[in-house]
Nanobody, 125 residues
Framework: QVYLRESGGGLVQVGGSLTLSCVASPPRTTNNNGMGWFRQAQGKEREIVASISWNSGSKWYADSVKGRFTISRDNAKNTVYLQMNNLKPDDTAVYFC?????????????????WGQGTQVTVSL
């Protein structure tokens, strides 16, 4: 069983920045997996925000966050990050990290096997 734990969420003003972290345990269990960040706003469906391949060689971003968010990973620390800059009210959501079945970038929710519990991000005016 793989456990994912997100942290780094919080309340931030418009234009501010946050960095989310997702730590996998046991160690090295997701080093060969693609990873993704998703978000779910109240009353809306969960959507993928960004995805990264196992070796960071490929990355994908949703159009809504392109140029503002950066996904990265440090396999030595079993951690995936989501750097979020220039935050907007529409970015308010619960953010989840997930581990994919395979090593590559994927935007398909059904291709993600393990999920964290989520961390709340709230962007205020």
């Amino acid at each position: 069983q793989v456990y994912l734990r997100e942290s780094g969420g919080g309340l931030v003003q418009v234009g501010g920045s946050l960095t989310l972290s997702c730590v996998a345990s046991p160690p090295r269990t997701t080093n060969n997996n693609g990873m993704g960040w998703f978000r779910q706003a109240q009353g809306k469906e969960r959507e993928i925000v960004a995805s990264i391949s196992w070796n960071s060689g490929s990355k994908w971003y949703a159009d809504s966050v392109k140029g503002r968010f950066t996904i990265s990973r440090d396999n030595a620390k079993n951690t995936v990050y989501l750097q979020m800059n220039n935050l907007k009210p529409d970015d308010t959501a619960v953010y989840f990290c997930a581990a994919a079945l395979g090593p590559t970038v994927t935007t398909l929710t059904e291709r993600y096997r393990y999920w964290g519990q989520g961390t709340q991000v709230t962007v205020s005016l």
